[in-house]
Nanobody, 117 residues
């Protein structure tokens, strides 16, 4: 059974940082490109970032470029998203998903990120 479990979300002040993790199991993690996707209240899903299977290529939405860093540890079957200089508009539920572009085969349950003073 494929499982993606996100963690690391929370409440942070504008300008702060958070590091999200996504623990993967039930599939050969190191063979899959992976993505982070977010959904803000009342809005549709927004692709945030992606990384290829080996970790050598990364991709970012313009809205987060220069502030967020995606990475992965294939030995630990874990995907990460380091988020710096957070803004209120980054408030959303963040999901990890298999694949680099939609439609994604598998999603996690999400972790809430709230940026507010």
């Amino acid at each position: 059974e494929v499982q993606l479990v996100e963690s690391g979300g929370g409440l942070v002040q504008p300008g702060g940082s958070l590091r999200l993790s996504c623990a993967a199991s039930g599939f050969t993690f190191g063979s899959y490109d992976m993505s982070w996707v977010r959904q803000a209240p009342g809005k549709g899903p927004e692709w945030v970032s992606a990384i290829n299977s080996g970790g050598g290529s990364t991709y970012y939405a313009d809205s987060v470029k220069g502030r967020f860093t995606i990475s992965r540890d294939n030995a630990k079957n874990t995907l990460y998203l380091q988020m710096n200089s957070l803004k209120p508009e980054d408030t959303a539920v963040y999901y990890c998903a298999t694949g680099r572009v939609a439609p994604y085969d598998y999603w996690g349950q999400g972790t809430q990120v709230t940026v507010s003073s």
